[in-house]
């Protein structure tokens, strides 16, 4: 199988790439500088950023299953980074033929997100943290969980809470309507973990999917 990866010279990206590569699979991935790129004698790397659509569409081509651990680098100013960059990852994938996609998002794309949690911790990360602190970075992945609903496309979004870089328990607690009770971390090891699981599981498709330790 052939993968598209956005977002591969991140920490999740870098994931993401190392299991499809593990796996045996081929992969084309877009990053702004090669030379840094861990993995570069090992895919098909276009150079450039996922505002250019030329190479955008260059990612996409021949590809099967589409990753995207595209994302802000600060949370304090407005990136605009999904809001530029989805539109054109959904018009190369159409004009490409390629249907399936899975993306990394963030636990407060969806209003439901907090409706597990106690009254004082719902307050506590609506009003200092999603409201402020995060606010830009949500509003992005607002943006792109509506992108995909319209899309079309067999789109997968995982929504966890705070990603950590620790190793990976094997195990995480999975649900369609919020984010699980107390959660409120994550390894991005489990996190690329269960995205890459979505290749071959269709469960999720259409539909976005909260996790957390």
Known sequence: MHIAIFGASG???????????????????????PASFPFRDRVTVVQGNAFDPAAVALTVDGAQVVFSALGAKSPLRNENVLPRAVPL?????RHAGVRRIIVLGAAGARPDALRNQPAWRRWVIQSLIFNTV?????????VQLN???????????VLPP???????????????DA???LGSSISRSDVADFMFQQIANSEWIGKS????D
């Open 11 to 33: 920490a999740t990206g870098r994931l993401l790439t190392d299991h499809s590569l593990e796996a045996g699979h081929t992969v084309t991935a877009l990053v702004r500088s």
């Open 89 to 93: 990852i959904i018009e190369a994938m």
């Open 134 to 142: 995060l606010k830009w970075p949500i509003h992005d992945q607002i």
């Open 147 to 157: 992108l995909l609903s319209a899309s079309g496309l067999d789109w997968t979004m």
């Open 162 to 176: 705070r990603l950590t870089n620790g190793p990976a328990h094997g195990i995480c607690r999975i649900d369609a």
């Open 179 to 181: 984010l699980p009770r």
């Open 209 to 212: 999917v909260y996790l957390s």
